[in-house]
């Protein structure tokens, strides 16, 4: 007696350590599961934890992270975009800073100017 109590113990303990691993290998429901835990409540009377709200869920989860994912990409980016923009225009008054620099020259000095 007291052997089938421990075996019928062990059994219960595999058994809910085997469907702990089946959460974590595919925990997420979509419509193939749907499909399949229909089925199986139609002919055994039992289903697993996937319905259809759950796949609905994890779906529009899924949707909004590809979405946050690409909003992110873009302001990546818009970023680069900027910081090449910046560079440009910091190249550019630099430009003209030194030409400025030149104009005074031979406005100051326009014979030596010229002749250098």
Known sequence: MKL???????????SLAASVQ?????????AEKVAKNA??????GVSGRCTAD?????????VNDRVD?????VADHVDDARGGVSDRVDTAHDS?????G???DALDKPVRTLLN
């Not at 089938?4 to 595999?14: D, P, Q």
């Not at 089925?39 to 055994?44: K, N, P, Q």
């Not at 003209?96 to 400025?100: D, H, L």
Request: with cysteine; hydrophobic share 50%; aromatic share 0%.
């Open 39 to 44: 089925a199986l409540e139609a002919t055994v």
């Open 69 to 73: 994912d690409a909003r992110d990409g």
């Open 22 to 30: 089946a959460g974590v290998i595919r925990p997420d429901c979509d």
């Open 54 to 62: 759950r796949a609905v869920e994890n779906a529009k989860d899924n």
């Open 4 to 14: 089938l109590r421990v075996a019928a113990s062990a059994a219960v303990i595999l």
């Open 96 to 100: 003209v800073e030194r030409a400025g």
């Open 102 to 104: 030149k104009v005074d």
